[in-house]
């Protein structure tokens, strides 16, 4: 699987809208992007997944470039409960694996 | 929906004693994992299941863990016998099938002194 980047960390105001990028220039055409987040303690949690096309659920939206060689989560209306660590992963439909790296802490400040 | 159901939530154990982990999927979900998390290391994928069978278990650290999934509603990760850097928060997934979304439980903190 297609390996990717975040940075580290991001800090985002209450009430505007987070975004979060992610760099995976190896993708390969048959692999998808999904999002997931952490928060302390906790299991990760499905957010969003795409393949070409921008997709937006009641969570975030999820834009993805036309070469696809990048992304960007959008939550667009940030709370203080939103504060995480957001992973973003590269996977190849059929293999049923998600393999986590790093991600990025997001801290939503009042 | 009770979700992706863990036990035990935490267990502080020996040196040396079997600890069994346990996690009950979502019911129709055929597909289930189970992750290690430190905090050196991160989310690491340990083994997972598709209908039952092991597919993946390049995760496994060792010969002394091992996991099983005897039904569909049913999956046991075990170590023995534990050794202080096994502690960790272990997680249990399942998915409806590969492609899909995982749902994960509430994880167990595991102890080993």
């Known amino acids: 699987d297609a390996k990717t980047t975040q940075p580290p960390s991001m800090d985002c105001a209450e009430g505007r809208a987070a975004n979060l990028p992610c760099n995976h220039s190896?993708?390969?055409?048959?692999?998808?992007v999904y999002w997931y987040r952490q928060i302390h303690s906790q299991g990760p949690q499905y957010i969003i997944h795409g393949l070409k096309n921008n997709e937006t659920n009641e969570m975030a939206s999820l834009i993805i470039t036309e070469d696809r060689k990048s992304s960007t989560l959008i939550l667009p209306h940030a709370t203080l409960r939103d504060t995480a660590v957001y992973y973003c992963i590269v996977r190849v439909t059929n293999t049923g694996k998600l393999i986590f790296g790093q991600g990025t802490t997001l801290q939503v400040k009042p | 929906d009770a979700g992706v159901i863990q036990s035990p939530r935490h267990e502080v154990t020996e040196m040396g004693q079997e600890v069994t982990l346990r996690c009950k999927p979502i019911s129709g979900h055929n597909s289930l994992f189970w992750y290690r998390q430190t905090m050196m290391r991160g989310l690491e994928l340990l083994i997972y299941f598709n209908n039952n069978v092991p597919i993946d278990d390049s995760g496994m650290p060792e010969d002394r863990f091992s996991a099983k999934m005897p039904n569909a509603s049913f999956s046991t990760l075990k170590i023995q016998p534990s050794e202080p850097r096994d502690s960790a928060v272990y997680f249990c997934a399942s998915s409806l099938e590969a492609n899909y979304g995982y749902t994960f439980g509430s994880g167990t903190r595991l102890t080993v002194v």
């Open positions: 190896t993708i390969s055409g048959n692999e998808y």
